[in-house]
């Protein structure tokens, strides 16, 4: 017989709160209370998520059908291999 545990190392996502600064009617800032988590950015097909302290150096994460999704996707630990 074989047992298995499951047991989170980890949580799954911060437990600090993130606060949005809109910069442009199309461009949004990210951060928690220590630093910038990253940008939302409004497209024609949906809202990208871009994760970097700063726009230029910034990294898409993904395209979200939300506003909402795609802060939870900067909310998040971003993966690692």
Not at 25 to 48: E, I, K, M, P
């Amino acid at each position: 017989m074989v047992v298995v545990t499951l047991a989170r190392f980890e949580p799954l996502r911060r437990t600090a709160e993130i606060t949005t600064r809109a910069l442009t009617d199309n461009l949004t800032q990210v951060s928690n209370a220590d630093r910038v988590l990253g940008f939302v950015r409004t497209q024609w097909n949906g809202y990208a998520a871009l994760r970097g302290t700063h726009l230029a150096s910034a990294q898409e994460v993904g395209c979200y059908a939300t506003h909402g999704l795609a802060l939870e996707a900067l909310r998040q630990r971003p993966r690692t291999i």
